[in-house]
Each structure stands twice: as C-alpha cells, then as structure tokens.
C-alpha cells in the first residue's frame, strides 16, 4: 500500500517542487534521490523517478541519506538556523536524536528500531513503571513536567539500560 500511495504522488509532488521553486527539469544541474534508510518498495519509486529525470535531461544523481534530509529541511523551513542544532527524525522504524554540528556531521544521541515511534513511547513508559492508560507519550511528557531529581534518575536508568538493544539505543 504504501509503494502505491508513493508511485500514485511521485509525479505530482516532483511537479509541485519544481513550481514552488519556479524551475523546470532542464534547469536543474543535478538530480538528488533519498537511498535509505527506509522501506525499500517506497524508496524505488523515488529512485526510478530520478533516473528517469536524469536519463532525459543528461544529468547527474546524487544519493540523499533519508534521515539527514530530513533534519535539513528544517534548515530549509527556518534560514536561520545553524549549527549546531538538535533533531528529533520520527521516521517509523528510524527514529533518531542527533545533534548536527555541520553539514554530513552527526552525534547520535538516541534511537529506536520500532515499527512507530509510539511503541518506544509505550515500551519505555512500561520500563518505568508508568501508567500507560492513556498511552505511553502522556505518561511519558508527565514524568518529564514533573522535572524533580527522582525524574531525572529515571530517565537515566532508561538511557542506559542496554539488555534490550534491538527496542532502545543510546
């Protein structure tokens, strides 16, 4: 389903692009595809589209990591941001804190490999003996309003708690 929804917006969202930039194809110099991380059927509908663009106009391809697009398109949204700067990337099962000194530098500071952000949510809230009723955001964002020293040794024994590394990295 979701390599459909991608191939059946491909053409539209290229098009769009290119008018919000006021530019055509054969203006460009280069073309830049993301090439992962990310669910392969969605990321060769993407891949396809930009050989395809290439191939007509003699252009080159650049490769784009997905999840450094994603922490620079707030550089595109806000101009004056600069490094360095922290990022929350929830992207499915590529969800990553990281701190961007520069362009292609990277600290990593936390992560998860769940199918949704949400389940992390919910597994770490579980760690911490929270109540999950609402959900494991909720509780989450109450423990960290509360902000008192007994929150903040919490949190730590969750961050570096490592017996589960396929649920929570850091």
């Not at 398109?73 to 000194?101: C, E, M």
């Not at 964002?141 to 649920?167: N, V, Y």
């Amino acid at each position: 389903m979701a390599e459909e929804a991608h191939a059946l917006a491909i053409d539209q969202v290229v098009q769009k692009a290119l008018d919000d930039a006021n530019v055509s194809e054969s203006d460009l110099s280069a073309v830049a595809v993301t090439i992962g991380p990310g669910l392969s059927l969605c990321l060769r509908v993407g891949v396809h589209k930009a050989r395809k663009i290439a191939k007509v106009f003699g252009l080159p391809i650049v490769g784009v990591h997905h999840m450094e697009a994603h922490a620079l398109v707030s550089r595109l949204v806000n101009k004056d941001l600069d490094y360095p700067f922290l990022a929350l990337l929830i992207s499915g099962g590529h969800n990553l804190l990281v701190l961007a000194q520069n362009l292609g530098e990277y600290v990593q500071l936390g992560t998860t490999i769940d199918d949704a952000i949400g389940e992390a949510y919910d597994k770490s809230a579980r760690w911490l003996g929270l109540d999950i009723q609402k959900g494991g955001g909720p509780a989450l964002e109450e423990l960290a309003l509360e902000g008192s020293d007994a929150t903040t040794q919490r949190l730590q024994f969750l961050l570096c708690w490592s017996e589960d590394s396929s649920s929570i990295g850091y």
